[in-house]
């Protein structure tokens, strides 16, 4: 048992011993078949800062639910939906349009955009949203959610945030950092950091905080940094293992991990009165817990089976449910926001991938095709999953649509890329 839980942390610690690399841009590495043909044609306006209509429709494509109409294949470019010609978009089969026109409003901008239902030959939406010049790429992906609800009935989820740790350079040089970004992987921000490794962050569910662990001390503790401000406490220093950090759905207590009994075994940590609830107690090693979306159980990873395999924990009654018995490696489990789906790593033949199990029907399919895949986020609305892959000798950030038809690269700060998290919704 030891030397597993040796074999753990250290493979948890070999996740920062890449070398650097450079930024890198969004790159679609597998589109989906049944994407709905969309044309962002360009926001009229002249000097603007962004190209807001190629972030709306690297957005949507992103999502793997949409395919938007190359530039070179649009007839014209409409700034208004009565100066649409229908019958010219449904010539390049395109199911939806959509038009804006972007005018200076003293030191802010004005877009006034639509969207058109093409072969319903009507306006979907319509709308004016202002923005100062530092605003402009948030009032983009803003307009993207709202189409995409429009169109799909999901909310969007472009205006959240996504956490990573990167790690740069070697030996006593050695830096890594904790960063947030938009969740297209631009605007990124370094909040902390440190020469001593940073792990498992996850964001507080109002999005103001994230719950980390940090090695600064020479051991691992549990850490709370508001995001805007950089004011942290430390929520947990135990003598041994302090890890896997989760918040509860109301945010007034984390879940975790800790070995200051014994064997690692899941905890609950009450925030505002520091209390802990010791929750499983067994020879096994019981981490990555993960709340269920009512906040009524939690998933985590277990070897009390013989090898990592996901289970159930109900907080009411204690009773331990497992979850996967497909293969002999299942881990680090996060629930759909509907609760009907487990995304996590699996191991498969060719390594491992992300994965997702229905769990009314036990049904398990590879998301990815990655051969070192790990550390899958959920994006709120359960559209995307984020996670953290290899390039060449590199640690980068990849995402997956929920069901595997489409995927991509996201840019990130220089460095080895690990441990992504992505936020809730921001309002």
Known sequence: MKRYLGLWLAACLLLFVQQAQANLTIEITRGSDRAIPIAIVPFAGEGLPEDLARIVSDDLERSGQFEPLPRDSMISRPARGEAVNYRDWRAVSADYLV??????????????????????ESRLLGEVVTADPQRLRAAAHYISDQVFEAITGIRGAFSTRIAYVTA?????????????????????????????????PAWSPDGTKLAYVSFETERPAIYIQDVTTGQRVRASSFTGINSAPAWSPDGRQLAMSLSRDGQPELYLMDIASREFRRLTDNSAIDTEPSFAPDGRSLVFTSDRSGGPQLYRYDLASG?????????????????????????????????????????????????????WDESPSVAPNGSMVLFATQQGSAGILGAVSADGRASFRLPAARGDVREPAWSPFLN
């Open 99 to 120: 038009v804006a026109e972007v005018t200076a409003e003293g030191s802010d901008y004005r877009v006034r955009y639509e969207l058109l239902d093409v072969y319903g």
């Open 168 to 200: 740069q350079g070697a030996g006593d040089a050695r830096r890594y950092g904790l960063h947030i970004a938009d969740a297209d992987g631009r605007n990124s921000q370094q909040i902390l950091d440190s020469d001593q490794p940073i792990m498992s």
């Open 319 to 371: 009773r331990v449910e497992r979850l996967t018995f497909t293969g002999n490696y299942n881990a680090r489990g996060r629930l759909s926001p509907d609760g009907e789906s487990l995304f996590m790593i699996h191991r498969g033949n060719r390594g491992y991938q992300v994965a997702r199990q229905e769990l009314e029907s036990g049904r398990l399919v590879t998301l990815t095709e990655g051969r």
